[in-house]
């Protein structure tokens, strides 16, 4: 995954994309929605 805002790598486990936060929203829906 690039950050939006620096092109940085990033790299996250299988676990943490789909780890749900306090909103119930998980990593992996947020991207998906800002990288369409």
């Not at 995954?1 to 994309?17: G, H």
């Amino acid at each position: 995954v690039l950050t939006p805002y620096f092109k940085e790598d990033v790299l996250l486990s299988e676990n943490d994309i789909q780890k749900e936060n306090e909103d119930g929203i998980t990593t992996l829906f947020y991207l998906q929605k800002i990288y369409p």
